[in-house]
């Protein structure tokens, strides 16, 4: 019976003590520092937490605590995971593991230069976008513009001016003398006739 119950409680343990979590970068670059987590356990629960790389011990706790590299070179690549020690009956556990790489000076470059070309490229379709959008709004601003003329607007008429007044101008009806001869003729003696030639 009391095999029964310490069996009872001991699966009871194992079902609150959840699952180890490492959080860590998967990739840096040389010069940066590099945070490992141990998550999911408490210090109540545990009874030292250790962090290794490549199953190599790092560093060891007495209670619930993150690993720094403060920085980081390339030979800290590796696989990383923390374990912890559990108290009473709490049993022990590794988190996953992580895979950390280091890049050089050489691997910063590149990525600059991949995201200054990305850069450039999302630029160009920008500026086309907005070129394109601008010449549809103008064109539906120029529809818009020609369909709103009234119909039956009266235009000017370019041939009007072309016509002549129907009442002429007073110069027009001022008769014009040119070569005026007067000729003179005696018909009777008592009477003259005098002629003379108008133009209009």
């Known amino acids: 019976m009391l095999l029964w119950s310490l069996l009872v409680i001991f699966a ?55 690993f720094r590299i403060q920085s980081a070179v390339l030979s800290d690549s590796g696989h990383y995971f923390c374990r912890t020690k559990g108290k009473f009956l709490f049993p022990d556990q590794n988190s996953n593991i992580v895979k950390i790489r280091v890049q050089g000076p050489d691997g910063h470059r590149r990525d600059l230069m991949t995201a200054r070309v990305l850069g450039g490229l999302f630029g160009v379709l920008g500026f086309i976008a907005v070129a394109l959008l601008l010449y549809w709004l103008f064109h539906k601003v120029s529809e818009r513009y020609a369909t709103s003329e009234p119909r039956g607007a009266s235009r000017p008429n370019p041939q009007a001016s072309t016509h002549s007044s129907p009442i002429p101008d007073m110069e027009e009806l001022q008769p014009v003398y040119a070569n005026a001869n007067i000729r003179t003729f005696l018909e009777n003696k008592d009477s003259q006739v005098i002629y003379s030639s108008v133009k209009k």
Request: glycine share 6%; aromatic share 10%; net charge negative.
């Open 12 to 66: 009871a343990v194992n079902e609150q003590a959840g699952e180890l979590t490492l959080l860590a970068p998967s990739s840096v670059f040389e010069g940066d520092s590099i945070v490992l987590i141990c998550q999911g356990e408490w210090n109540w629960k545990i009874q030292t937490m250790a962090y290794y790389k490549d199953n190599r011990e790092l560093s060891v706790f007495k209670e619930v605590s993150s």
